[in-house]
């Protein structure tokens, strides 16, 4: 079974500090793994996403991620927040390339202070 | 950039009664999906469609939900009688390949009273 786990429903950064969201994942199977950004009145944009090549991934809006096996983690950073990051940010999973269902997160409020 | 369409942004119904959410994924897609949210809960998948046909569905989607595309353009997901426990945003998504990730619409909000 997937599942994803998301550390801290609300995180708050000042503009220009190191973002860093968390996801942890359970899969029976070599995942693939996706983070998703939601804005206010807005669906789910992809940002980046992981399917077994590259393990450190990069993505829209200065994104990345890196992909730990060993740690079960693809926690999403970017060096320098900006005010326009502030969103609500998904980490999903799936059971690699079959034509399988995403398993979200419940998602991290991300705040940016000026 | 292609989208995915959905309309209406938000419905409002009363319990009982029918409701059809439309969506128009993106053109190349072959992939559609229905997935949900209610209010401060996860995003919940709900089913998945390819080659005329539903290929995966979840518990959540009982006899009281049906998908359908009807024509070339249009993926739509009908409630066949309306419950408070649906009111939820409800988004498609479409995808090239089972490999990628999925393009999202902006979500319809389903509101039962």
């Known amino acids: 079974a997937q599942s994803v786990t998301q550390l801290g429903s609300h995180v708050s950064v000042s503009e220009g500090a190191l973002v860093l969201l968390r996801c942890n994942y359970s899969s029976s199977v070599p995942p693939y793994l996706f983070w998703y950004v939601q804005y206010p009145n807005q669906g789910l944009q992809l940002l980046l996403k992981y399917t077994s090549a590259a393990t450190l991934v990069k993505g829209i809006n200065g994104f990345e991620a890196e992909f730990k096996k060993s740690e079960t983690s693809f926690h999403l950073t970017k060096p320098s927040a900006h005010m326009s990051d502030a969103a609500e940010y998904f980490c999903?999973?799936?059971?690699?390339?079959?034509?399988?269902?995403?398993?979200f997160g419940r998602g991290t409020q991300l705040t940016v202070w000026p | 950039e292609p989208e995915v369409t959905q309309t209406p942004s938000h419905q409002v119904t009363q319990m009982g009664q029918e409701v059809i959410l439309r969506c128009v994924p993106i053109?190349?897609?072959?992939?559609f999906y229905w997935y949900r949210q209610i209010l401060g809960q996860k995003v919940e998948f709900l089913v998945s469609f390819y080659n005329n046909e539903i290929s995966e569905k979840s518990e959540i989607f009982d006899d009281q939900f049906s998908v359908e595309r009807p024509d070339g353009s249009n993926f739509t997901l009908k409630i066949r009688s309306t419950k408070l426990e649906d009111s939820a945003m409800y988004f498609c998504?479409?995808?090239?390949?089972?490999?990628?990730?999925?393009?999202f619409g902006s979500g319809t909000r389903l509101t039962v009273v």
């Open positions: 999903a999973v799936k059971r690699g390339s079959t034509l399988g269902r995403l398993y």
């Open positions: 998504a479409s995808s090239e390949a089972a490999a990628h990730g999925y393009t």
């Open positions: 053109s190349n897609h072959l992939y």
